[in-house]
């Protein structure tokens, strides 16, 4: 019983997927791996040919060994049937979600769930959720590119941070709704921030122009022409339209979907002990009735 208590308070303090000392090293190591993956071109020029060959095509295919890496480390950590099986219903909606505003003026209904499931469940499960919600829309509306192993880190990252913000065991009402709004409308932009990096190098706008990759320049000079990039292609379009979804989505359903969530966390006993188990009654012969004999004496 210690052990099931144990592990219920620790479910109720970290969420679904607890992270121990080991998962919260492999997360963390991953993270700055996922970084570098993003970020690499701002130190090192890329090879001759783009993301055909060289770097792009490691870091292509070690994101997703980093996703997978972390999802064993978190699932051994905790993630028991009923874990999984909140994961797979919640990621078929964001599944289903995804399509709805197909990125059209960056109208993309999944990242609310996100956000709402990640503050839930805690910081682990709304990893795993961004992760599995991204490759599971790509496989539908055959989205699978380049492209995708950096949204799948990029929304996992989203579900993780939710699960982080202060006062998640505490805060209700109005000022969970608050804080929830304004860490999607930065989720949003940061969002936006993390793809474009991943292919504004790759010549979006082709070369020579002020707003273009210049191999061979300095950090600074290059994150300069990225960030005058995305204010004048991106912030104001795709990543506003990701930024109003998000909000409005959180303030009409959030109360209601938190609600919900909340309700499925209780009955799949994520918050709290199991029932403690009761050793067998020992069976003991009825008694003798009154002015019956003793059988001793028969």
């Not at 071109?41 to 783009?50: D, I, T, W, Y």
């Not at 995804?98 to 990125?103: T, V």
């Not at 699960?163 to 930065?186: D, K, M, S, T």
Request: charged share 10%; net charge positive; with cysteine.
């Amino acid at each position: 019983m210690s052990g099931t208590k144990a592990r219920a308070s620790t479910r109720a303090r970290h969420g679904v997927v607890p992270l121990g000392l080991r998962p919260a090293i492999v997360l963390t190591l991953a993270s700055i791996a996922g970084l570098v993956a993003f970020f690499w071109p701002l130190f090192v020029a890329p090879p001759a040919g783009g993301a055909a060959t060289g770097a792009p095509v490691i870091f292509l295919t070690i994101l997703p060994v980093l996703v997978l890496v972390v999802t064993a480390e978190l699932s051994s950590g905790g993630l028991d049937s009923r874990a999984v099986a909140v994961l797979g219903v919640l990621a078929a909606v964001g599944a289903a979600l995804r399509p709805l505003g197909a990125g059209t003026a960056g109208l993309e209904p999944v990242f609310f769930l996100l956000v709402l499931a990640g503050w839930v469940f805690g910081a682990g499960f709304g990893f795993l959720l961004g992760a599995v919600t991204l490759f599971t829309s790509a496989l539908l509306t055959a989205g699978v590119g380049p492209w995708l192993p950096y949204q799948m880190i990029a929304a996992a990252w989203v579900g993780l941070g939710a699960g982080l913000l202060p006062g998640r065991r505490r805060l209700r009402g109005r000022a969970e709704i608050l804080l929830l709004c304004a860490y999607g409308a930065v989720a949003a932009q940061i969002y936006g921030f993390l793809l474009n990096m991943s292919g504004w190098p790759w010549g979006v706008l082709g070369t020579g122009t002020g707003l273009s990759y210049l191999p061979g320049a300095g950090p600074l000079e290059n994150l300069h022409r990225f960030v005058v990039f995305t204010l004048a292609t991106s912030t104001w379009g795709f990543d506003l339209g990701r930024m109003l979804t998000n909000v409005a989505l959180i303030a009409l359903t959030g109360p209601a979907v938190i609600a919900a969530l909340r309700r499925a966390a209780r009955k799949a006993r994520f918050d709290v002990a199991p029932l403690p188990a009761f050793a067998p009654a020992v069976l003991r012969p009825p008694p003798e009735p009154p002015g019956a004999t003793p059988a001793l004496s028969r």
